[in-house]
């Protein structure tokens, strides 16, 4: 096999503008600017499968095996190990879209302060196991535990995203001990959500997550970044196209669809009070995120998604929680803003054990 196809390819290309020089010499015709090259469709990449077998991830990967429900299930994870450590270990949840390899960044910048960094794939994503069965939060953050005796930490540091951040409130509100601090980066679930989406069957969940396309889904990913798509970001687009191209697409789609009921049924928004932990809000103040917006007639969900105001009444609902605001910044400011997002997260994590 080449293995040359199995590194993710940057294939974006930036809109050039041609701009003229100043003269003196009277005004020529505009410029014509130059057409952007069309974005790629990946017809020709190698297939990806349900195991993301070749997708490159950032430090090397690990495997957690145990049963759950008679299953035989295999658990990715990433356990970076500082070269000077401070003792404190710090847990990613990455977001439903995602999986632990966009956490590069945040990897690197915590594990050179010292932190030692475990990033999972929860079961259903990335490089773990993909079974066809109900999920919950609550089987997320006993696998989340479970990986954590395996390893050995007892106590640890939360930063979160996204899906991850509803994960992240369930795991501190099921496991409080086991959490010095909560950090909530752009979470699902500061709102209510159920009164305005209507629930969905899990066989039309498929059928749409079938008919995706490269274009669609392009769409969708460059939705949570607004005016910060960046070529690098291209790579989420290339590993949906990769992976639909693969004949284990159906069961991936399928377990897209079981893990969009599990949102649905695991809202946060009544737990948020009842959180005990130190708790950071981080809020990209572009972000305009709805779980579920397609299924809603525009009048129902006008009034949500609105994360500026999400992340101020968060703040007076979560006891002792900070808030952080993002200017200029979308739904995943470790991508977006890495620097600001980092200093935020030191800052926050600095004094809590």
Same mark, same amino acid.
């Given at each position: 096999?080449?293995?040359?196809?199995?590194?993710?390819?940057?294939?974006?290309?930036?809109?050039?503008?041609?701009?003229?020089?100043?003269?003196?010499?009277?005004?020529?015709?505009?410029?014509?600017?130059?057409?952007?090259?069309?974005?790629?469709?990946?017809?020709?990449?190698?297939?990806?499968?349900?195991?993301?077998?070749?997708?490159? #991830? +950032?430090?090397? &990967?690990?495997? /957690?095996?145990? $049963?759950?429900?008679?299953? @035989?299930?295999?658990?990715?994870?990433?356990?970076?190990?500082?070269?000077?450590?401070?003792?404190?270990?710090?847990?990613?949840?990455?977001?439903?879209?995602?999986?632990?390899?966009?956490?590069?960044?945040?990897?690197?910048?915590?594990?050179?302060?010292?932190?030692?960094?475990?990033?999972?794939?929860?079961?259903?994503?990335?490089?773990?196991?993909?079974?066809?069965?109900?999920?919950?939060?609550?089987?997320?953050?006993?696998?989340?535990?479970?990986?954590?005796?395996?390893?050995?930490?007892?106590?640890?540091?939360?930063?979160?995203?996204?899906?991850?951040?509803?994960?992240?409130?369930?795991?501190?509100?099921? #496991? +409080?001990?086991? &959490?010095?601090? /909560?950090?909530? $980066?752009?979470?699902?679930? @500061?709102?209510?959500?159920?009164?305005?989406?209507?629930?969905?069957?899990?066989?039309?969940?498929?059928?749409?997550?079938?008919?995706?396309?490269?274009?669609?889904?392009?769409?969708?990913?460059?939705?949570?970044?607004?005016?910060?798509?960046?070529?690098?970001?291209?790579?989420?687009?290339?590993?949906?196209?990769?992976?639909?191209?693969?004949?284990?697409?159906?069961?991936?789609?399928?377990?897209?669809?079981?893990?969009?009921?599990?949102?649905?049924?695991?809202?946060?928004?009544?737990?948020?009070?009842?959180?005990?932990?130190?708790?950071?809000?981080?809020?990209?103040?572009?972000?305009?995120?709805?779980?579920?917006?397609?299924?809603?007639?525009?009048?129902?969900?006008?009034?949500?998604?609105?994360?500026?105001?999400?992340?101020?009444?968060?703040?007076?609902?979560?006891?002792?929680?900070?808030?952080?605001?993002?200017?200029?910044?979308?739904?995943?400011?470790?991508?977006?803003?890495?620097?600001?997002?980092?200093?935020?997260?030191?800052?926050?994590?600095?004094?809590?054990?």
């Amino acid at each position: 096999m080449n293995t040359r196809l199995l590194r993710p390819t940057m294939l974006l290309s930036l809109a050039v503008l041609l701009a003229g020089c100043a003269t003196t010499q009277a005004p020529s015709a505009p410029a014509a600017t130059v057409a952007a090259a069309p974005a790629p469709t990946y017809d020709n990449a190698e297939p990806l499968g349900a195991a993301m077998e070749g997708w490159v #991830y +950032p430090y090397p &990967v690990q495997m /957690l095996q145990f $049963e759950h429900e008679g299953r @035989l299930l295999r658990m990715a994870y990433m356990d970076v190990q500082p070269a000077q450590p401070n003792g404190k270990t710090v847990v990613l949840f990455h977001g439903k879209n995602f999986g632990a390899e966009y956490w590069a960044n945040t990897l690197r910048a915590l594990s050179e302060q010292g932190y030692r960094v475990i990033a999972p794939d929860q079961i259903g994503f990335g490089r773990s196991a993909k079974p066809e069965m109900r999920y919950t939060f609550a089987m997320l953050a006993d696998n989340t535990a479970r990986l954590l005796d395996h390893l050995k930490v007892e106590r640890v540091a939360i930063v979160a995203n996204s899906m991850g951040g509803m994960l992240g409130v369930h795991f501190s509100r099921r #496991y +409080p001990q086991r &959490v010095s601090a /909560l950090v909530l $980066e752009n979470p699902l679930g @500061l709102e209510d959500y159920v009164p305005s989406i209507p629930p969905q069957q899990t066989a039309n969940l498929l059928k749409l997550e079938m008919a995706q396309t490269t274009t669609s889904y392009r769409a969708f990913i460059k939705s949570y970044f607004k005016d910060n798509y960046r070529p690098e970001f291209e790579r989420f687009v290339e590993q949906f196209a990769r992976m639909q191209r693969s004949a284990e697409y159906p069961r991936v789609a399928h377990v897209s669809a079981l893990t969009y009921q599990m949102i649905y049924e695991g809202p946060t928004y009544n737990e948020l009070p009842k959180l005990t932990v130190p708790t950071l809000l981080a809020i990209g103040q572009l972000d305009r995120t709805v779980f579920g917006r397609r299924f809603a007639p525009p009048e129902a969900v006008k009034n949500l998604g609105y994360f500026p105001q999400l992340g101020k009444d968060s703040q007076k609902r979560i006891p002792g929680a900070k808030l952080v605001e993002f200017d200029n910044v979308g739904h995943v400011p470790h991508l977006e803003a890495p620097e600001r997002f980092h200093a935020a997260v030191l800052a926050f994590l600095a004094d809590k054990r």
